[in-house]
């Protein structure tokens, strides 16, 4: 424990706290969370409360020298001696210089949780976890759900950390208002807590839990919370219908309505409409890498899809599936593939009534589509 009395000191403490680590280098990322561990050892979830990027350095030193972290990504887990000297050295910082990250505020509610011996699901035990480069897949679900926290903070966009694997590190939980429980044995837990007047509401049975259940992002109107993952990015002003859907690693970069389907790995721009019933092709399934995307400004309409990426005021009609096949129309009156008009901007694609023949056109300024009512996205 430090007495930390004034900046010079607190900057002298975390050069040798740093000091202290072999190879040390500021982190990517690193959080302080809130893990549920099963009585078979399984990590069922982790909560981050403060999840940082390259932020609040002395915490995270802190915190490093507390594990002996190594300098590689990795998790450990934080004991109530260390955790109460980290809270004390942070206390006196706060007192004396008015020293006050967020990352430092959650120690004290943390440890008090992990304390608390009435969870209904398993052990409580406060983790810590580094991860080390963007670019490091993840080891643990620890690790797993730090990336997945950072997504949903909007800390780092799609795309911007490696999620290589991350489905084998986490545990399949039947999700509850009690929090997430191990399927093994679930049906007894259950049975027990029933006859000792507990109510247990299951709400899904999945390697994801919902993403409001972790992280409320400020801006955002979700009709239908079960239908966001945790690990969805979803950018200030954007609007999930009640039919809306939005994986991990995937949403919006800015103004939106969603009322179809963002899968996995997909990525919407700036004032575009997902309508109603409306399909994108993700990168999980079927070996997929391509990664598709949504420009600025377009509109996907009601029961339609794609599987190739539209560019910016692009428009696809009501039920029409372009996909990389697809045969198409050009405007310059040859037939490609879908592939070869992936990306490219102001194209309205449509079924020729007459003929039956998927078409591209460019469109005109006097287009029928003028984009999202700004209205209704000011939440």
């Not at 430090?2 to 010079?8: A, D, G, K, P, V």
């Not at 403060?50 to 590689?72: E, F, I, M, R």
């Not at 290589?164 to 009690?178: A, K, R, S």
């Not at 539209?310 to 096949?325: K, Q």
């Amino acid at each position: 424990m430090t007495e930390i009395r004034n900046l010079e000191q607190l900057q002298e403490n975390q050069k040798q706290l740093e000091q202290n680590i072999e190879n040390f280098t500021t982190p990517f990322a690193f959080g302080i969370g809130l893990a549920t561990k099963s009585a078979n050892g399984n990590i069922l979830d982790v909560y981050y409360p403060a999840p940082q990027l390259g932020s609040d350095p002395y915490t995270c030193a802190l915190a490093a020298n507390a594990v002996n972290w190594k300098g590689k990504t990795g998790s450990y887990q934080l004991e109530e001696k260390p955790m109460r000297d980290i809270q004390v050295t942070l206390e006196s910082a706060e007192k004396n210089i008015g020293y006050s990250e967020e990352s430092s505020q959650i120690i004290q509610p943390l440890l008090d949780a992990a304390l608390n011996t009435n969870s209904p699901n398993g052990e409580r035990i406060v983790v810590v976890c580094f991860i080390s480069d963007s670019t490091d897949e993840p080891v643990d679900a620890v690790d797993a759900y730090l990336r997945l926290h950072l997504l949903s903070t909007r800390l780092v966009k799609p795309h911007g950390i490696d999620l290589t694997g991350i489905f084998g590190q986490l545990t399949n939980c039947v999700w509850t208002n009690l929090g997430p429980f191990e399927v093994e044995g679930f049906n007894v837990r259950r049975a027990q807590l029933q006859a000792e007047g507990t109510e247990v509401l299951v709400h899904g049975l999945d390697k994801f839990p919902r993403m409001t259940d972790y992280v409320i992002p400020s801006g955002v109107r979700i009709a239908d919370t079960n239908r966001v993952r945790l690990g969805a990015h979803l950018s200030d002003g954007t609007t999930v219908m009640h039919e809306g859907f939005c994986n991990f690693n995937a949403g919006t970069l800015g103004t939106s309505m969603i009322e179809g389907r963002i899968s996995a790995g997909v990525v919407v721009g700036n004032g575009s409409d997902i309508g109603g019933g409306a399909s994108i092709m993700g990168t999980l399934s079927g070996g997929g890498s391509e990664v598709v995307s949504i420009g600025e400004n377009c509109l996907l309409g009601a029961e339609a899809g794609i599987g190739i990426s539209l560019g910016n005021n692009c428009i696809v009609e009501a039920g029409l599936y372009v996909t990389a096949g697809t045969l198409v129309l050009s405007p310059d009156g040859s037939v490609v593939k879908g592939s070869e008009l992936s990306g490219q901007n102001d194209l309205l694609f449509r079924r020729n009534s007459q003929t039956g023949k998927v078409e591209a056109i460019y469109r005109g300024k006097n287009s029928s589509w003028q984009g999202l009512n700004e209205e209704l996205h000011k939440n």
